[in-house]
């Protein structure tokens, strides 16, 4: 079966893209949070990231 990443609609503080990743790739979603926060604090890429995610990633039914 292949695996899809949807936004989540059970985790999520703002659009489920962390609690997607999360699921999608079976870790805990503060991990994905946290990566975020490192990328769009030291690299300044992860809020983009976030938005183009938000933006184009299927909600899941």
């Known amino acids: 079966?292949?695996?899809k990443f949807?936004?989540?609609q059970t985790d999520k503080k703002i659009?489920?893209?962390c609690?997607?990743?999360a699921e999608y790739f079976?870790?805990?979603s503060l991990?994905?949070?946290i990566a975020f926060f490192c990328a769009m604090w030291f690299m300044g890429i992860g809020l983009g990231?976030?938005?183009i995610l938000w933006l184009l990633a299927p909600k899941k039914a």
Do not use: T
């Open 31 to 33: 991990l994905v949070r």
């Open 49 to 51: 990231f976030y938005l």
């Open 15 to 17: 659009a489920g893209v």
């Open 1 to 3: 079966m292949e695996k």
């Open 6 to 8: 949807y936004l989540s």
């Open 26 to 28: 079976g870790v805990d």
């Open 19 to 21: 609690g997607g990743l």
